[in-house]
C-alpha cells in the first residue's frame, strides 16, 4: 500500500552532480526519518544520509561536505544532492523512510527500489 520511489539516478563524470528524489504514496499519516543507502556490487549497503522529521541531518563520512539531503513534507518527498561525485560513489541508491500509515499502526520502515547511480571516471 506504501510505496516509496527513487528517481534522479543516471551515469555522470567524476566531478559531476545527480539530485536524487524519493517519493512516498499511499495510505500515510506521518513519516518521521527518511534516509539514503547504497550498495555497491560487493559490499554491504550502508547508510549515506538521514534526515530527521525536524529536518535534522547526518552524513557518512564519505560523502559530507559534498551530499545534502532535505524534505519537501508536503510533497512526502526526500531528495539527495550529489556533488563532486567520485568514482567510488557508484552503487544503487535506497530511499527508506520510517512510516505509520494509522493511528493505531507501529511505525514501519520501508523502502524503495533503488536507483542505479555510476560515476565514470
Known amino acids: 500500500q506504501v510505496q516509496l520511489v527513487e528517481s534522479g539516478g543516471g551515469l555522470v563524470q567524476a566531478g559531476g552532480s545527480l539530485r536524487l528524489s524519493c517519493s512516498a504514496s499511499g495510505s500515510i499519516v506521518s513519516i518521521f526519518a527518511m534516509r539514503w543507502y547504497r550498495q555497491a556490487p560487493g559490499k554491504q549497503r550502508e547508510l549515506v544520509a538521514a534526515?530527521?522529521?525536524?529536518?535534522?541531518?547526518n552524513y557518512a563520512d564519505s560523502v559530507k561536505g559534498r551530499f545534502t539531503i532535505s524534505r519537501e513534507n508536503a510533497k512526502k518527498t526526500v531528495y539527495l544532492q550529489m556533488n563532486s561525485l567520485k568514482p567510488e560513489d557508484t552503487a544503487v541508491y535506497y530511499c527508506?523512510?520510517?512510516?505509520?500509515?494509522?493511528?493505531?499502526?507501529?511505525?514501519?520502515?520501508?523502502w524503495g527500489q533503488g536507483t542505479q547511480v555510476t560515476v565514470s571516471s
Open positions: 534526515i530527521s522529521a525536524g529536518g535534522s541531518t
Open positions: 527508506n523512510a520510517d512510516i505509520r500509515r494509522t493511528v493505531v499502526e507501529l511505525i514501519t520502515q520501508y
